[in-house]
């Protein structure tokens, strides 16, 4: 969400009326006619709305993200006219700028901050508050784009769980301040042309946009190189508007139109699963352009984003995109299973909190009198939040709720460790090299987990078999079973191929085959090709295919004498989860925790059909029901309230190192 100047509208030829106006005046103002242009700030509310839409209902609002987008192009529009308004006046001041970013953006920031800091205290368990801690760091020094792509895609499960993740695109923007100002002051007294500079940067981030959508979206997602090109479509607007005012406006009934419905068909046609943002990104970027050139002449922008209520909600857009989302987090935590009246009411509190925010903390603290001494105060009040982000990170600060004893690590940890630079990543990883035999051990994350284990085994008895763990996340270990949001050639499919041609070798003489069984089967966008057809796993074809697909891998291995284990997955679900099943609010109740849970029917079945296929085949099972359940009711603490899982499906990889024998015999 874009942190600009309110309200927003056209530039004007004097540097005065874009600085320096009061917050009851049009900031900037057309170029021909001087009147305030009020139908950007209406776009500015279809963008923070298609964004709370789709954060609250992202079944109901799949392209409502691409609202970032609008910002982008509004704040680079808005950005470079202060600029060149204010170079070709003699009168660009670095300390002024960044002054007035200051006092614009630090204030509702630091509100929410602080929010989230004493709400995560309260509602939070140690794990997540450590993440929050991380995150406020990443929050308050601008780079949260960063710290978020090294953890995960903004679409991946779990991101209901960040309550800063939004400030992503806070971070990019700010990184765009840091940059543009510098390069285009230096510009400008080299007298370089800015046509030249802005389309260079301009085509260079576009291409990486591009490119980056293909070949790694997460990057393309949040890295400032493949977002900086839409900032600069907003820039290249504000020089034609200072230098070309006579096009801005010009067949403004059609331009307009044809922009509202590029903006309309980006709503519409993006989703998580398209190549963003790339060439998908023209369509909220270019239509954004050209509701701007338009200008207010046109009819669309006269009558219905220069509306009252469009005005209205795009003065408090900043705060409005500040709040919404820590709050629709917070509410996650609370009620795992919130509905939409709950988010409803949550949106609704968020737009009161935005309005109070812009009402008497805004503009109260942007138009004070002492400038200079309120950004010194403001960057002040933000080293603090960054120490105390620092403190939360470091666990020198605990949350109210830390009775139970959660998972401090994850299960991908230990083979991270043993990576070229200690980042968990799909692939091979051999251990005791130097044994005669080995086992291999083939899956996902469900796999992974006991790599720990074996390891630890295999050290402390020479006799036993050396491991290869042949691993890649949500990567179900049967041929030709492929998932719809990765490209066929993906890791997935290089370890899988990779794995099973090491087995053909002599040393390796037992396979492990295991996985997260019942997400394949459960309409998570998994299908099998088969007779160049497509079955999905979650239909009844799809999964016998799938099931008769892993028997004829089983079958093969045996057929190459090797001894073959199908490894059941350990129960999983929500109820599972010691960040659901614990009560966020009142005081911590032991027996609850201590309540056993029933397995539901899709993993039963699965489970049994395995058995079914295991028994057939002649192959041996390795259950880690025996251990964890009894009579089909399973645990999820031990000893003292120590939780079992680390999260809904992956055990506590500390529990797995000292009791997870059951999966020694396959060593």
């Known amino acids: 969400m874009s942190p600009t100047i309110t309200p927003q509208v056209l530039p004007v030829p004097s540097a005065a009326e874009i600085l320096d106006s009061s917050p009851d005046r049009a900031a900037t103002r057309s170029v021909a006619t001087h009147e305030y242009r009020p139908h950007v700030d209406g776009l500015r509310a279809i963008a923070v709305m298609g964004v709370i839409l789709f954060h609250a209902f992202p079944s109901r609002m799949a392209g409502g993200f691409i609202g970032v987008d609008v910002f982008f192009v509004i704040s680079g529009y808005l950005i470079t006219t202060i600029i060149l308004a204010n170079l070709e006046r003699d009168k660009f001041s670095i300390a002024d700028f960044y002054g007035k970013r200051i006092r614009r953006i630090f204030p509702a920031l630091l509100l929410v901050l602080l929010f989230c800091a004493i709400a995560g205290w309260l509602v939070l368990l140690r794990d997540e508050y450590r993440q929050l801690g991380k995150h406020i760091v990443g929050g308050t020094s601008f780079v949260q784009n960063f710290v978020l792509w090294s953890e995960s895609g903004y679409f991946d499960d779990g991101h209901e769980a960040k309550p800063l993740l939004h400030l992503w695109s806070l971070a990019v923007e700010e ?29 260079m981030s576009f291409g990486i946009s591009v490119w980056l959508a293909y070949r790694d979206p997460v990057a393309a997602f949040y890295s400032p190189l493949s977002r900086f090109w839409e900032l600069m479509v907003g820039g290249s607007l504000a020089y034609i508007a200072l230098r070309r005012s006579d096009l801005i406006g010009r067949y403004g009934n059609l331009v307009c139109a044809v922009g509202v419905g590029l903006l309309l068909s980006g709503f519409l046609l993006t989703n998580h699963e398209r190549a963003f943002p790339g060439f998908w990104a023209l369509l909220p970027t270019m239509g954004t352009f050209l509701v701007i050139a338009a200008g207010s002449g046109a009819w669309i922008n006269r009558t219905l984003l220069s509306s009252r209520p469009f005005v209205t909600c795009g003065l408090i857009s900043y705060p409005l995109y500040l709040w919404h989302w820590p709050l629709l987090s917070f509410a996650h935590f609370v009620w795992p299973e919130n509905g939409h009246l709950t988010k409803i009411a949550v949106v ?8 109070l925010t812009h009402r008497f903390v805004e503009r ?17 009040g933000l080293l603090l939040m960054l120490g105390s982000g620092v403190a939360i990170k470091d ?17 991908w940890d230990f083979l991270a460790a043993r990576s070229p630079d200690g980042q968990a990543r799909d692939g091979i ?15 996902d994350s469900h796999v992974a ?75 998570m966008g998994y299908y099998l090709v088969s007779d160049g057809k497509q079955l999905s796993l979650d239909t009844p074809e799809g999964r016998a295919a799938a099931l008769a697909a892993l028997d004829r891998e089983v079958k ?48 039963q079945s699965i489970r049994n059909e395995l058995i079914a296929l295991a028994e057939r085949d002649h192959a041996s099972i390795i259950d880690p029901d025996s251990r964890l359940c009894v009579d089909e009711t399973c645990i999820r603490v ?25 999966i020694d015999p396959s060593i």
Request: charged share 20%; proline share 5%; aromatic share 12%.
């Open 395 to 411: 666990a020198l600060i605990s949350p109210r709720i830390d009775s139970v004893d959660l998972a401090s690590r994850g299960g």
């Open 364 to 380: 109260k603290i942007r138009w004070h009198r002492s400038s200079n001494r309120t950004a010194l105060l403001l960057c002040a």
């Open 175 to 203: 990184q765009y301040y840091i940059f543009w100002p510098l390069l285009l002051s230096y510009a400008w007294t080299h007298r370089w042309r800015f046509s030249v500079v802005n389309g260079a940067i301009l085509a």
């Open 449 to 523: 987990q006991y790599a720990e284990r074996v390891y630890d085994v295999e050290e402390s008895n020479v006799s036993r078999n050396g491991a290869i763990f042949a691993v890649a996340a949500a990567c179900p270990p049967i041929p030709q079973v492929f998932n719809r949001d990765l490209p066929v050639d993906s890791e997935c499919g290089a370890v899988r191929r990779e794995a099973l041609a090491k087995a053909a070798s002599s040393r390796i003489t037992t396979v492990v085959i295991g996985g997260y069984w019942s997400y394949y089967f459960n309409g």
């Open 638 to 662: 031990t000893g003292k309230w120590s939780a079992l899982y680390e999260d809904r499906s992956h055990l506590n990889p500390d529990w797995i190192v000292k009791n997870a024998d059951y």
């Open 348 to 355: 609704l509190l968020s737009i009161v909190l935005a309005w």
């Open 556 to 603: 093969d291995l045996q057929a190459q004498r090797k001894k073959v284990y199908v490894l059941l997955d350990n129960p999983v679900g929500d109820p599972f989860d010691p960040h659901v099943f614990l009560s966020r609010l009142g005081s911590f109740d032991p027996h609850q925790a201590e309540q056993r849970v029933k397995i539901d029917g899709l993993q």
């Open 429 to 443: 990883f051999p251990m005791h090299k130097d044994r005669k035999t080995t086992t291999l051990f083939l899956g």
